[in-house]
């Protein structure tokens, strides 16, 4: 039975068992291939050594693809969540060189920051949505947020705010209330510069109401389209 995280809507579904025409490996081309565990036959065997999966299906509740991967301890696996920060990595170790002095590098960090700053008062609508989700996400680490289903948990990310989510209390405080990864509630008051403020105030300008978006002109694909190194 599927239970899924927080209020699911598709919590209580039944899930089918797994069956080997379900199933497809990827295997090394000179590994021998496994029996099965009951009676049928694999969906497909192939042998990719681009990817790190081991076997694949698709469920039945939500229609995602699900992947077998290699222990997190592995060779791999590791070498995966490495590069995933890669970019986090550069940022702050060329910042840190610059700031010794050891080499003529940007500052990269700063020089983000400014240009987000900049967009903050753009006569341009989807650009200081843009300016101002980078300013959340900067200073409170809040994740970009992919749009959803409606067959998908009620989670959100900074893209993906509703007007409930935000409240605001002058002259400068804002206040979060809303359930993030995992339906973890994320609720928390920051002091924000005035022209965060003016934003918020104005992005929730009538005829905005409950269950309209927050950054109704701005998505994860548009928010890392922002100019920056590399």
């Given at each position: 039975?599927?239970?899924?995280?927080?209020?699911?809507?598709?919590?209580?579904?039944?899930?089918?068992?797994?069956?080997?025409?379900?199933?497809?490996?990827?295997?090394?081309?000179?590994?021998?291939?496994?029996?099965?565990?009951?009676?049928?036959?694999?969906?497909?065997?192939?042998?990719?050594?681009?990817?790190?999966?081991?076997?694949?299906?698709?469920?039945?509740?939500?229609?995602?693809?699900?992947?077998?991967?290699?222990?997190?301890?592995?060779?791999?696996?590791?070498?995966?969540?490495?590069?995933?920060?890669?970019?986090?990595?550069?940022?702050?170790?060329?910042?840190?060189?610059?700031?010794?002095?050891?080499?003529?590098?940007?500052?990269?960090?700063?020089?983000?920051?400014?240009?987000?700053?900049?967009?903050?008062?753009?006569?341009?609508?989807?650009?200081?949505?843009?300016?101002?989700?980078?300013?959340?996400?900067?200073?409170?680490?809040?994740?970009?947020?992919?749009?959803?289903?409606?067959?998908?948990?009620?989670?959100?990310?900074?893209?993906?705010?509703?007007?409930?989510?935000?409240?605001?209390?002058p002259p400068n405080i804002v206040k979060?209330?809303?359930?993030?990864?995992?339906?973890?509630?994320?609720?928390?008051?920051?002091?924000?510069?005035?022209?965060?403020?003016?934003?918020?105030?104005?992005?929730?300008?009538?005829?905005?109401?409950?269950?309209?978006?927050?950054?109704?002109?701005?998505?994860?694909?548009?928010?890392?389209?922002?100019?920056?190194?590399?």
């Amino acid at each position: 039975m599927f239970r899924g995280r927080g209020e699911h809507p598709k919590k209580g579904t039944l899930k089918h068992r797994l069956r080997p025409e379900d199933i497809t490996l990827n295997l090394s081309k000179d590994a021998p291939v496994p029996i099965p565990n009951i009676p049928g036959k694999w969906r497909a065997i192939q042998h990719d050594n681009t990817v790190t999966w081991l076997a694949t299906w698709k469920e039945n509740v939500n229609k995602q693809i699900k992947y077998v991967f290699l222990s997190a301890a592995s060779t791999w696996k590791g070498q995966s969540d490495r590069s995933k920060f890669e970019k986090a990595r550069d940022l702050i170790v060329r910042d840190i060189i610059f700031r010794q002095g050891f080499a003529d590098e940007q500052k990269h960090i700063d020089q983000i920051r400014k240009d987000y700053t900049t967009e903050l008062t753009s006569k341009v609508m989807a650009d200081r949505q843009r300016a101002t989700a980078m300013y959340f996400i900067d200073r409170l680490a809040l994740r970009a947020g992919n749009e959803k289903g409606d067959d998908e948990a009620d989670t959100y990310g900074c893209c993906s705010l509703q007007f409930e989510h935000v409240t605001l209390e002058p002259p400068n405080i804002v206040k979060f209330d809303f359930l993030g990864k995992d339906s973890m509630r994320f609720q928390q008051e920051v002091p924000v510069e005035p022209q965060v403020f003016k934003n918020i105030k104005l992005f929730k300008k009538e005829p905005k109401t409950v269950g309209d978006d927050l950054f109704d002109r701005l998505n994860v694909s548009f928010l890392i389209s922002l100019q920056g190194p590399g």
